[in-house]
């Protein structure tokens, strides 16, 4: 399984554009990035998700580089309410029933 | 369309007491997962099913026994609970090529 590796923590203001990158410099062809955030004490929530294209959606978008080793994943107008632990993870595009591992994500802080 | 239901959401036992935590979801799902959370960790993997009577390991399973009777419900059991065991419990439920969905957790405590 390819590897991910992200910053332990970022702060963003209130308005403004949170970009948040993942390392992923092992993923195979065949493996989607995917993007989960969880807010505090809640159930990890879905984001996003990609394979090599570019990805939008009424969340975030998801830009993934030419290489597919990093991508970056941007809410494009954080609010407070985007203040949560975000998770990039790798998984095979034929899964069979591939289990999350979720690592240690990048804790997110929307300032005012 | 609820999701995935987890029930209960509270719960303390005394340390040796078993109690079965439930985990139901209403969209046909294949895949069904136990995770437990740590404070101030990650989620890390109990067990899993692929499909309806099938259940595998994951990363953390002793202690832990789980089944998967029907579709839309993934039990998982503790037989004999100890204080190493006080976590929040999240079930996840998917299918190929789309996002996992998680219920709301499980809050256990063992004393």
């Not at chain 2, 040796?16 to 136990?34: F, I, K, P, R, V």
């Not at chain 2, 204080?83 to 996992?100: D, E, K, L």
């Amino acid at each position: 399984d390819a590897k991910t590796t992200q910053p332990p923590s970022m702060d963003c203001a209130e308005g403004r554009a949170a970009n948040l990158p993942c390392n992923h410099s092992t993923i195979s062809g065949n493996e989607y990035v995917y993007w989960y955030r969880q807010i505090h004490s809640q159930g990890p929530q879905y984001i996003i998700h990609g394979l090599k294209n570019n990805e939008t959606n009424e969340m975030a978008s998801l830009i993934i580089t030419e290489d597919r080793k990093s991508s970056t994943l941007i809410l494009p107008h954080a609010t407070l309410r985007d203040t949560a632990v975000y998770y990039c993870i790798v998984r095979p595009v034929s899964n069979s029933g591939y289990a999350l591992n979720f690592g240690k994500g990048t804790s997110l802080l929307v300032t005012p | 369309n609820a999701g995935v239901t987890q029930t209960p959401k509270f719960r303390v036992l005394k340390t040796g007491q078993s109690m079965t935590l439930l985990c139901a979801q209403d969209m046909n799902h294949e895949y069904m997962y136990w995770y437990r959370q740590d404070p101030g960790m990650g989620l890390r993997l109990i067990h899993y099913s692929v499909g309806e009577g099938t259940t595998a390991k994951g990363e953390v399973p002793d202690g832990y026994n789980v089944s998967r009777l029907k579709k839309q419900n993934f039990l998982l059991g503790l037989e004999s609970a100890a204080p190493s065991q006080t976590s929040v419990y999240f079930c996840a439920s998917g299918r190929n090529n789309y996002g996992y969905t998680f219920g709301s957790g499980t809050r256990l405590t063992v004393v």
